[in-house]
Structure formats: C-alpha cells, structure tokens
C-alpha cells in the first residue's frame, strides 16, 4: 500500500541514521517516492549523497539553500508529502516539535504541514524513559501525531532496553497497514448512531467525599474520536474527565452511575452501536449525607448498595444494536471476558490487563483482547485511537455476517 505514496523521510542524528538509510531503501523497492531531509548532526552518520542515491532524489537540510527559485523549498515539502516520518527521532527533535522551536528545516517544514506525522524515536534507554521525553511525546501525540514504538535490545552506548529504531521492514508494515486502513476504513461507521460511554463515575458520601476510580476517559474518548473520524453520529456521554471533547461529538456529561443509567438509555432505542467503556462504580453508599461528615475517634463503617448494572440491562433490551462491553482485569483476562459476554448477552467484550505496561488507565495507548462469539482476538499495543478503530471494524464485520445469516 506504500506503492505510488509521496513519503517525506525526516532523519535526525544518532547512531540509528544507518538505518534510516536502509529504511529509504526498502521504501523505494516498495514503490513510494521518498524525499529526504537531514538534520545538521545527521549528516555527521551518513552523508547526504547516500540518501541522495538511495532515494534518487535531492536531499535538503538547509532552509535557505532554495534549490527552485520558484518555490520555497519548505512549504513545497510539506504540501507534497502523504506522510512525515521522523526516523530515527531524537530526545532534541521530539522536544522541538513539541514544543513549537522551529529552528531547522524539519522542525519548520513538519510545523507548515498539514500531512500524517509519524516519530519514531531512537535513543539511550533513560533518555526515552526521562519524564521531559514522556512528556514531549504525550504532547505530540495530543496533537494528533502518532508513534512507531522503538524495541528493545542492545543499544550503541552499551546499555539493553527499550530505545532501539524499529526495524525498516517493520516500519514499512506499519506503513501499509495505515494505508490500507486509511483507504478502506475512512466511512466505516457512515450512517451509524454510535452511543459510547467513558470516564469514571462519582458516588458522593457527603458534600466534600465520594467513591471513584482510576479511570481517566482517555479510551472512551479516543472511542469516540475514531467513530467520529469513520463517519458516525456519535454520541459521547462520560463521568468526569479532563480530556478534550472529539471535533463533530455531541457530548452528555455525567457524574453518578444512576445518571449514567438514565442518560445511556434515553438514547439507546435508536443507537445502532453502543460502547460501555466507562469504569462505572459497582457499588454506592446507601447512604449520602447533607453535611460533611466529621472526623471521629476509631473506625468508620460505610454501607454500600449496588448500583444497577448498564450493561445487563441493555443486553436484555437490546434489538438490533450491536452491544460492546469493556473489562478492565488483573488475571484471567480471557475467561473473565468469556463469561461477561455470555452473562450481559453482549455482542463483543474488550479486555485488558490494567497491569501491563502500556495498557489500562491512563496510558495513551492499550493492549486489548477482543472476545467475540466467533472467537478471540489479541492485538497489539497500539494508540487507543488506532485500537478504538479496529474494534469498530471487527463490530462492522460481525455485523454483516449476522446480516448475511438472517438473510440466509
């Protein structure tokens, strides 16, 4: 899918260079155009003219140096590239584009550019765990850029561990599988009323106090975002949450589970998807207090009642809505999902491990396993937008098979 696709390969220094120039090549056997621009430390690893015969093209690294006095060189690179990859990406690249510093002609040329950014960082192992790099790349992700993870393994200043290029023929997979995606996937939900929940929920104790959890919506956030970029109506109703509501989103907010209760099912008759992502307390206190509680000598007992189950309760209205149900486990993952399926009559349980790392609460991306009654699917860490977009396409696809039964 990289064939006829105009990449725009933006290579900053650090040992990993070598292979961004094994990364040109194997893109142009692939059958993309590939134009490279170079950082100044770059050009100290691999010199220009070697991407410049790989590629078959001229490579830039200088601003002014405009080689068509027709055009500003640029602004010409950043309308004309499909995609941007910033391979490898150092610890000083992320942190320029993050925050703005556009002082070289990458840092400018991807600020002007409207295309795709793909980073994929290589670095020293506590350069990429160091929180100023965490928080760059959490900043750019925000904006929408997207990240081929680095592996681990050993690394050229002698330590092993994560921070290593991702390989060139990985990179590439990645690349056709966006393509793909981006060609096939775009109105996969046209027409679709997709109903999605998020977020915590809070069961007050008095006016000061209450219950939650560690839920930050970010999932049903990033659900709602991928429904809305494939086309649907979407309707997102969430407890409280800082994350920015989803361009083209209608938006409910909530705070109790009793509220959440009553709003999911005043839309639900007429949704054709609906999502329960959000982490709605099981219990609550039965009883809420007027004014704050004061603080007494020993113990304090608090009495809990259940709150009623959303998703049970829809699995038993349900008609033709395609019914999807998240659980956030510690062990026994795919058991625990079997049985939440076939307890709360939904169509597709996604579970997943809270406890590995880059999955459950709070993490901008999540590894997930779909469980449907065809079977069970694992996919990789991967953004939650982009894990937000293959569950709607594996509901689509279980949707026209039961279609195709009924009418068989």
């Known amino acids: 899918m990289v064939r006829g696709k ?13 292979k961004a120039a094994a990364l040109t090549s194997k893109l142009v056997q692939s059958g993309a155009e590939v134009k490279v621009m170079m950082t100044e430390s770059a050009q100290k690893f691999v010199t220009p003219l070697t991407f410049q015969a790989l590629s078959r093209q001229d490579v830039y690294w200088d601003t002014f140096d405009e080689k068509d006095s027709s055009k500003i060189a640029h602004i010409d690179l950043a309308d004309w590239a499909d995609l941007v990859l910033v391979a490898p990406a150092t610890a000083n690249m992320i942190g320029k584009l993050a925050n703005g510093i556009a002082d070289d002609m990458i840092s400018t040329t991807i600020m002007a550019s409207t295309a795709t950014v793909w980073i994929a960082p290589a670095m020293n192992v506590h350069m990429y765990d160091h929180p100023a790099v965490k928080k760059n790349i959490n900043t750019l992700f925000d904006f929408g850029y997207r990240f081929v993870e680095p592996s681990e393994g050993y690394l050229a200043c002698g330590y092993v561990g994560k921070g290593r290029l991702e390989e060139p023929e990985r990179i590439i997979q990645l690349l056709d599988l966006h393509f793909s995606k981006k060609t096939n996937i775009e109105t996969l939900l046209k027409g679709k009323k997709v109903v999605i929940t998020a977020g915590p929920t809070r069961e007050m104790v008095d ?29 997102l109703i969430s407890g409280p949450s800082h994350e920015t509501i989803p361009t083209g989103v209608e938006f409910i907010s909530v705070n109790s589970a009793e509220e959440m209760y009553q709003q999911v ?24 207090f007027e004014n704050k509680l004061k603080k007494k000598d020993g113990n304090l007992v608090i009495e809990f009642e259940r709150t009623k189950d959303i998703l049970m309760s829809l699995g038993e209205l349900k008609e033709h809505q395609y019914l999807i149900g998240f659980a956030a486990e510690t062990t026994n993952v795919e058991e625990y999902a079997k049985a939440k399926l076939e307890k709360k009559r939904a169509d597709m349980i996604v579970s997943n491990n809270v406890k590995e790392e880059g999955s459950g609460f709070g993490t901008d991306t999540n590894r997930v396993l779909i469980v449907t009654k065809d079977g069970s699917i694992n996919l990789p860490v991967l953004p939650k937008v982009e894990v ?10 279980q949707m026209k098979r039961a279609n195709q039964d009924e009418r068989s």
Do not use: Q, W
């Not at 990449?7 to 070598?18: D, E, M, T």
């Not at 839920?215 to 979407?234: D, I, P, Q, R, Y």
């Open 6 to 18: 105009k990449i725009l390969l933006c290579v900053s220094g650090g040992i990993a260079v070598y």
């Open 388 to 397: 937000s977009k293959e569950i709607f396409k594996e509901a689509i696809n």
């Open 207 to 235: 006016p000061v106090r209450f219950f939650s959890n560690r839920s930050t919506g970010k999932m049903g956030f990033a659900l709602a975002e991928a429904a809305s970029e494939l086309g649907a109506h979407v309707t």
């Open 265 to 288: 099912h005043s839309v639900f008759k007429e949704a054709d998807i609906v999502v329960k992502s959000a982490a709605v307390a099981d219990y609550r206190p039965i009883e809420v």
